[in-house]
């Protein structure tokens, strides 16, 4: 006779022809397991699946049924064996917060750069302006997820996502009319820099950078509109624009730098910038950049670093001696010369990780140098404490000591793991190029990531990439 199913909390029991069915419920409901038992050893276990899916639903499971292992149980029991016999549905996060900017983003306008290498200013506006008040950012808010469903058939509410604040920078304030929406606070250049939107003034200086200025650093963005000159610094956080040259001269930028003239010296210039740099032609200077370099004219004797790209239109466009490295993309006309001079061209670099190794180098050597003033320290109070010399503060010391000196092959180790993932992933971007539209001369090397190529015979219009890891050459044509 069916006996209706005893349920508790977590479990639940039914019994049909002389076997007992129990359901183990996990505690949110999630899984069941089903146990059988025989209760009666002359009787034959005998059920179909729809007997054994009537079972089920008796003993309260009716979502997430495995069918499979419900068609293995009409022909083959494990008794006083868990098998699992359903699995819920979970509920899923929603999308998390974000923000829409309300704003043109100002590091996504580049000056008109004609064939020449000309940089039209008047047409430049790299600065986005805003106005006290002027809404900057609108809060998307989070969404629910979909929801989930127990084995028992209880819905389960969905996740809603994570919450996000504004990207409130300097100079600007949640609305005090709408807590969804971000405005400026004061008039000048807004920016959107490490997900946060800021205001900065622009300061202009309407003649060179030399004695009568002194070194310039400044939190919002310059306006330079002469020449910076030879053992001058200018460092801004926001954008830099300087009318005419650069001579030997430090320039960083937590934005773009563009530069109308040239970048020409002995050696001693560099330019850093977070984003772009724009100038007209390079001569034995340095340019870091975190995006893209542009250049108009030649590149020679330079050492250049862009996160992206190095692209270069103008019809003066050659690379001629020094390094040129881009993370994913260089662009121009010739490589090397007719001289055969030395001229290093390579893809498949990324600033960050680059950055991120010589930190782990830096943390490396300290961890070794901490390493070596403790083996000294302990030297000295081992052997007081051979000779029972030690007092209280002093055995302390030393234990702490041990710890420390114990501690750092483990840091070492961890951060030589790190250096060599860093370095695998340097080595993941197969899709780094190097067009050429000219003439590629012998004495050039090509590398992409660690992979590199000596130019031994003239090539013109040519690609450079990566193809079963070697890098192959592909031409006009073919």
Known sequence: MNQVAQKTKRTASVERKSFRFSANFSA?????????????????????????????????????????QLDKLTTDVFLQKPIEIARGR????????????????????????????????KNLSLISNANAGQPLAKKIPAALGAPGMTVTGVEVPGKIGKD???????????????????????????????????????????????????????????????TVHAGFKVKAAGNIEIG??????????????????????????????????????VENQVIEAGHDVNIGGGVMNAQILAGNAVIMKGRKAVIVGGSVTAANLIEAIDLGSELGTPTLVRVGYNIKLLNEIKEIEKEIKRLQEDNEKIQKVMYSLVRLELDNRLNDSQKDALKKLKLQQFAIPQQCESLAQKKTALFVKMNENKKAKINVRGTVFPGTIIQIGMLKKEIEKIITNCTFSVARDQVVVSTSGH
């Open 164 to 226: 996000r604040a504004l990207p409130k920078g300097t100079n600007t304030e949640v609305s005090p009319d709408n807590p969804d929406l971000l405005i400026a606070s004061k008039d000048g250049s807004v920016t959107f820099s490490n997900n946060l939107v800021s205001i900065d003034n622009v300061y202009k200086i309407n003649s060179d950078v030399d004695t009568s200025t002194g070194n310039l650093d400044f939190v919002g963005s310059l306006k330079i509109a002469g």
């Open 28 to 68: 949110d409901e999630m899984i069941a397991h089903l146990v059988i038992e025989q209760l009666n050893p002359n009787d034959t276990y005998s059920f179909d699946t729809s007997e054994l899916m009537e079972i089920l639903n008796s003993l309260g499971i009716v979502f997430g049924i495995n069918n499979d």
């Open 244 to 281: 005419k040259n650069i001579e030997d001269a430090e320039v960083i930028s937590g934005g773009s730098v563009v530069a109308a003239g040239g970048f020409v010296g002995s050696g001693k210039g560099k330019i850093t910038a977070t984003e772009d740099v724009f100038a007209k032609y």
């Open 90 to 121: 979970q509920p899923e996060p929603g999308q998390d917060a974000g923000f829409e900017l309300l704003f043109e983003v100002a590091n996504t306008k580049a000056p008109v750069q004609g064939d020449d290498g000309y940089i039209d200013y």
